[in-house]
């Protein structure tokens, strides 16, 4: 199977010819006649891509794909429409629509179409930003490591020029895109991605720069790639090393002459678009072995911005593992839970080789599988990338130390709070803390106070 398709469609015969030709493609298709039973079905099933008519009745294809963006966010959306709305369909992957195809649409249009879709949500499951939806923009941290980081981000942000993200898989590159994005100047326009790796070489130039009616078979109407849509905006451009090398001089010139033309075309187009890339390469070696320009790796390297891995950064393990337990427990349906004394303590040894993905993952995983209020050390290391994790001795005398240790911060915590009359937001000044970071503290330490604010 080449991966799980919804499609929306409230035309009965649309619907049998879609399933048919995806069917034969080798994909599993579930059918629904509208937006509101798409909703219904997601709420309750996992799939791969969503193909959806714009015209239907209850809730029409845009506004299932608003939903979508609120809560699936990485489910790539295709939008069938008419000639006649191709406007609609266009402004909603400037939106972060993954693609449009045009009625009557051409076989091998679709199962492109589709087949780039499955492809980037396979790559987002596998290396998929991740981070909390909470604190600043979307992430979380107090440790050294991440707060010099966030200040490199403000300052790209408030600069014109390219950035270019590097670190490890799953440290969260896609976030930080979107932060620069929405504290530039350009926050009121577009916001436009695609990975790289899920876009097949040959395909390339068609879907970053558009391609010409007549280009290549399939290409039934003239179609405007990624730079055309995101004028005005960022074009976030996630493993930028996997741009074939063909294809590489014409990005550069893109981003020296801020020009292009469209697969097929000899008409040139202007572009006013910020470039982001990401990239878990070394491209500098990319470069000394000649896969990588070197000047177009100096052209995206405007302002270099490295994500420090979990390893090094182990401040913030607490923070963002109560911030997923909080959010799975709400999504699973479950009461809140808690992670046991000394697991967390324990796992600061481990070098989370899948960074904030696999805290996510494993968080995750803990809650659907543990029974009772308590997350123990087997529950949240079960599944994890070093099997080794799994049986990690935690002698007494390493209890009694993680004891003392969380002991001493329940008696600094209270000191601070006694201090501040039993204001816990003036308490979370006095110790340059943050208010929510303190009450996480509270509640992860178990410390019970009588009134306060």
């Known amino acids: 199977m080449k991966g799980c398709i919804l499609v929306a469609e409230d035309d009965r015969n649309l619907r049998r010819i879609l399933r048919a030709m995806l069917t034969r493609e080798g994909y599993e298709v579930s059918e629904v006649a509208d937006g509101a039973a798409a909703v219904a079905f997601l709420a309750s099933h996992t799939v791969d891509a969503l193909v959806t008519d714009i015209r239907m009745p209850r ?43 045009l009625k009557p649409f051409d076989e091998a249009e679709l199962l492109r179409v589709v087949s780039n879709a499955v492809a980037s949500s396979r790559v987002f499951e596998q290396e998929g930003a991740s981070a909390p939806a909470e604190e600043w923009f979307g992430m979380v941290g107090k440790s050294p490591a991440w707060i010099e980081t966030r200040k490199v981000i403000e300052k790209a942000a408030a600069s014109p020029f390219s950035v270019l993200i590097t670190g490890e898989t799953g440290t969260g590159k896609e976030l930080v895109a979107r932060a620069v994005h929405r504290i530039s100047a350009r926050r009121d326009g577009p916001f436009l991605k695609i990975n790289g790796a899920a876009i097949p070489p040959t395909l390339w130039e068609a879907e970053i720069f558009g391609y010409e009616k007549g280009a290549f078979t399939g290409a039934v109407q003239s179609k405007p790639g990624r ?66 320009r070197e000047d177009l790796y100096y052209r995206i390297n405007g302002i270099p911005i490295h994500l420090p891995p979990l390893r090094e950064r182990m ?61 123990s050390q087997a529950d949240l290391c079960f599944g994890l990338a070093d099997p080794d994790v799994q049986h990690i001795p935690v002698t007494p005398e390493e209890e009694r130390f993680h004891d003392s240790v969380r002991e ?46």
């Open 59 to 101: 809730m029409d294809g845009l506004e299932l794909f608003r939903h979508c963006r609120e809560r699936h966010h990485a489910l790539p959306v295709i939008l069938v429409t008419a000639y006649g709305r191709i406007e609609d369909a266009v402004e909603a992957m400037r939106a972060g629509a993954f693609d449009y195809i």
């Open 227 to 292: 730079f055309e849509l995101a004028n005005g905006g960022t074009f976030f451009l996630d493993e930028v090393g996997e741009v074939p090398h063909d294809a590489q001089a014409k990005l550069l010139r893109v981003l020296e002459d801020r020009e292009f033309e469209r697969v097929g075309g000899v008409k040139t187009f202007s572009s006013d678009v910020r470039l982001i890339c990401a990239s878990n390469r070394d491209l500098k070696r990319e470069v000394s072995q000649s896969r990588f």
């Open 315 to 375: 401040e913030d393990l607490v923070p963002l593992s109560e911030f997923f337990l909080d959010r799975n427990c709400r999504e699973l349906g479950k009461e809140r839970k808690r992670i046991a004394p000394g697991v967390l303590e324990a796992l600061e040894g481990y070098h989370w080789p899948g960074n904030i993905r696999e805290l996510e993952n494993a968080i995750a995983r803990a809650v659907a599988l543990s029974e009772g209020e308590e997350i």
């Open 408 to 453: 001493h911060k329940r008696a600094v915590l209270r000191r601070a709070i006694a201090k501040a009359g039993g204001n816990k937001t003036r308490a979370a000044e006095i110790l340059g803390l943050s208010p929510t970071y303190l009450f996480r503290l509270i509640r992860v330490l178990g410390i019970r106070l009588i009134g306060g604010s």
